[in-house]
């Protein structure tokens, strides 16, 4: 059974810097597009980054490039988000996703397993 477990969400100011990390279990996960996806209250679910099998292949949705880096260790099974710069437009839950594919997957039809998210919030 596939689990993907986010950690790392929290409580930051404007400008200050959170690490995401997502833990999968139950996949071979080298095999696997991963990407982070967040979601706001009333606002539809957004990629916010993606990343291919080896990490050699990244996409970055506009409003955070520069600012975010996704990355992963295929040896510890875990994909990262570091989100530095941090506005408050970024608050949101956010959620990994995983799908068995060599591609790099963006769309967020095209993933079939899910994080349950976690919370980021960035005060003014």
């Known amino acids: 059974q596939v689990q993907l477990t986010e950690s790392g969400g929290g409580l930051v100011q404007a400008g200050g810097s959170l690490r995401l990390s997502c833990a999968a279990s139950?996949?071979?996960?080298?095999?696997?597009?991963m990407a982070w996806f967040r979601q706001a209250p009333g606002t539809e679910r957004e990629v916010v980054a993606a990343i291919n099998w080896s990490g050699g292949n990244t996409y970055y949705a506009g409003s955070i490039k520069g600012r975010f880096t996704i990355s992963r260790d295929n040896a510890k099974n875990t994909v990262y988000l570091q989100m530095n710069s941090l506005k408050p437009e970024d608050t949101a839950v956010y959620l990994c996703?995983?799908?068995?594919?060599?591609?790099?997957?963006?769309?967020?039809?095209?993933?079939?397993?899910w994080g349950q998210g976690t919370q980021v919030t960035v005060s003014s």
């Open positions: 996703a995983a799908k068995r594919t060599l591609e790099l997957i963006t769309s967020r039809y095209q993933y079939n397993y």
């Open positions: 139950g996949v071979t996960f080298s095999t696997y597009a």
